[in-house]
């Protein structure tokens, strides 16, 4: 997480190609994150934009021993419970099925997941109750520390833990019962 503090603090000091790091390096796991909250690809791909100016906005607001990570995620996972919250008030109209979102939802994935061993785990983590597939997810999918997820999820690290030990006995059962993992 060092390289993403220095990229973020190349960027506030004018160097251009410093943003393009902190994209490459977190943008689409943010999406991702993001997208499992909102079902939509499109609006966390906007909300992650969100998550991302408002860093450059207010750069102030990175606290020094938090990583750009995590910070991201935690800008993101907040934008994303107040989209959701905001989604129940509007009203929205069906799109025809002609290539909407459900296509790029697909070839996001099919270009993520390339074989079947990462498609049945995947499957297996999206069907966990929601805080076990965030820590999960955040933990293997991101990389993040205990500590950094449960900033994020905004709990304490033995939750975490928790979640991640419970989660991992789920998927061993739904991972065994699919065959992909023998013992």
């Known amino acids: 997480m060092e390289n993403g503090a220095r990229n973020c603090s190349r960027f506030l000091e004018g160097d251009e190609h410093a943003l393009d790091e902190i994209l490459n390096g977190t943008f689409y796991g943010l999406v991702f ?38 910070y991201l995620f935690t800008m993101g996972r907040s934008r994303a419970l107040n989209y959701i919250n905001r989604r129940g008030k509007i009203v929205f109209e069906e799109l025809p099925e002609d290539g909407g979102p459900a296509d790029v939802d697909a070839d996001l994935e099919e270009k993520v997941l390339s074989d079947e061993k990462r498609r049945a785990v995947n499957e297996a983590v999206r069907d966990l109750p929601p805080d076990l597939r965030d820590a999960v997810w955040l ?20 939750q975490i833990d928790n979640l991640i030990f419970r989660a991992k006995r789920e998927l061993r059962v739904k991972l065994g019962e699919k065959g992909v993992f023998s013992e």
């Open 33 to 70: 994150f993001i997208n499992r909250y909102v079902r939509d690809v499109h609006a966390a791909e906007d909300i992650a934009m969100d998550a991302v100016a408002e860093l450059f906005a207010r750069p102030g607001r990175l606290r020094e021993g938090v990583s750009l990570k995590t």
């Open 139 to 158: 933990v293997y999918f991101e990389e993040m520390s205990y500590k950094e997820a449960a900033a994020v999820m905004k709990k304490k690290e033995k």
